[in-house]
């Protein structure tokens, strides 16, 4: 469940105190200025009359305003407040532990300010956060021969029963039938165009989406049911390796990507895909001319229904085919995204250059 967008009252009350907690929820336009910030700018805040608040970067630029160069609204949001990395490293040490609002507060923190960052961050609260993980441990336990009762206890679980109704009502099977079945790891992922959704499972990354795309919980469902696995929000260790690509690639200092995917197609959509990995960075083909490479010239209709059936955004680079004519077209992220995706591959102009 996401959180609701805020009144603007309640953004120029965040805007005013510098508020960290509203990261992510709102960006503010100046109208004097052109220029819109974070909540959190350190530049002098202006009158009420004269800003007005967006949800995201996106509404922001398409009214005509541009980023401000103190607080860069467009670089994504750091990963984790250290209060966040101390809580998480907990967690990762010790997997089984149970971290209730009482010991938040004795640390001396508000559970508010948690539940929100983690509800902007992984659509979920911090108490369901800790019940995925302890459900996700007892399922990899299960898939390595340990008994349901070993994989309950070892996992935190108090009793039998409720980790047997608790499992069901996540994976949909007893915790006796899981070994067929496969998780599929999820997470949310902030970048200067928007939130994204990345998937993984053991061979790779098999998801990768913003997450306003129309089509996505339809692929989510595709993917769950083509893989035999249920999608549980959890970190998988091909995450760490994809966030570090993606900002190098968003800093302009990656042109490939090693992150291992995994795609799951038919054999004419592999054909397709693999051909887009294949478009070199800082270059286009038409639809026509990826048809060509494909080896059916005369189906560009089906290599585009292909390019649109990708799951795998900016990895397999769907974003470089355009129109015959140069033109932008089909793509599910939104035209305006393929524009500044393909004006980042391009070259600087020589007098950008360092010398």
């Known amino acids: 469940m996401e959180l609701s967008a805020p009144s603007a009252a309640e953004c120029y009350r965040a805007l005013l105190a510098k508020d960290a907690a509203y990261e992510g929820r709102f960006v503010a336009a100046v109208k004097t200025t052109g220029i819109f910030c974070r909540p959190t700018c350190p530049a002098r805040k202006p009158k009420p ?23 860069e609204p467009l670089a994504a949001r750091d990963a984790a407040p250290v209060f966040i990395r101390e809580l998480l490293d907990q967690l990762s040490r010790q997997p089984t532990a149970r971290i209730t609002d009482y010991d938040l507060r004795q640390r001396g923190l508000e559970p508010a300010t948690v539940r929100r960052w983690f509800r902007r961050q992984h659509g979920l609260t911090f108490q369901a956060y800790q019940r995925l993980n302890r ?4 399922f990899k336990k299960l898939q390595s021969g340990a008994t349901v009762t070993a994989a309950a206890f070892d996992s935190g679980y108090e009793s039998l029963s409720g980790f047997q109704d608790s499992f069901k009502a996540v994976f949909g099977v007893a915790p006796t039938r899981s070994r067929q079945q496969q998780v599929i790891n999820l997470t949310r992922l902030e970048t200067p165009l928007g939130t994204m959704l990345a998937c993984a499972t053991r061979q790779g990354i098999c998801l990768l989406e913003f997450t306003d795309r129309r089509m996505l919980e339809t692929e989510l ?15 998988n260790p091909h995450f760490a390796q994809l966030r570090a690509e993606l900002a190098e690639y968003f800093a302009g200092r990656r042109r490939q990507f090693s992150v291992p995917l995994h795609t799951p197609g038919t054999a004419f959509q592999q054909a397709v895909w693999q051909e887009l990995t294949r478009i070199d960075y800082g270059t286009t083909r038409s639809y026509g001319q990826q048809a060509v490479a494909v080896g059916r010239p005369s189906a560009v209709r089906a290599v585009a229904a292909a390019n649109g ?29 393929k524009q500044w995706l393909l004006e980042l591959e391009q070259p600087p102009a020589p007098n950008e250059q360092a010398p």
Request: proline share 1%.
């Open 49 to 71: 009359q004269n800003v007005e608040f967006f949800a995201t970067t996106k509404e922001a630029l398409l009214r005509g305003y541009r980023a401000c160069k103190v607080c």
């Open 135 to 138: 459900i996700n441990r007892a």
């Open 221 to 235: 469902k595709d993917l769950a049911r083509r893989l035999n696995a249920t999608i549980v929000q959890s970190e």
């Open 309 to 337: 059936m990708n799951r795998v955004a900016i990895l397999v680079p769907c974003h470089r085919v355009v129109g015959a004519g140069g033109q932008l077209t089909g793509y599910a992220g939104g035209l305006w995204r």
